[in-house]
């Protein structure tokens, strides 16, 4: 099993291991962009549906859920969780792009149930200012997106909380279980 994307076998297509990461990236942009045809959508996601989860490279979201281009919106961060930026983000994906629908998904074995706010204050210590940010680190996952869903479900901004549902992924198995939001 290979952790990165499928490296052609053609020498022609090959994408070069030479240089850094993100030259091989570039590379990889050049071979996509010269097979790509315009799909032909906007970015009205085509089940108005916002997913919001964590950022963690094990989680591919698009083949969990069965989504395709242009189903969904995506929003990823440390833990999947609700943060003012997340609301942002929703927000704009409610007012000026039509979801109705929001699911939150956090997994099991997240690195934020290892860090601790401790986290900031080292980060200050080190570079001399304090992060403005929270860790928003947590020990419970299932109470963790608990608080997401009601941090949704509460905002002013958002038009649309009545279909707020929270999940946790099994890192393991790929299955979902979802968190009753009581």
Known sequence: MTTSASVPTEP???ISTDGTVTD???DANQQYAAAFSDPGMDARPV???AVVACM???LDLHAALGLELGDCHTIRNAGGVVTDDVIRSLTISQR???TRSVVLIHHTGCGLESLTEDFRHELEMEVGQRPAWAVEAFRD???DVRQSMQRVRTSPFLL???DVRGFVFDVKTGRLREIDPA
């Open 12 to 14: 022609e297509d090959a």
């Open 24 to 26: 091989r990236l570039i």
């Open 47 to 49: 089940l108005h549906v």
């Open 56 to 58: 963690d490279a094990r």
């Open 96 to 98: 000026a792009l039509g």
């Open 141 to 143: 996952v299932e109470q």
């Open 160 to 162: 649309h909380t009545d």
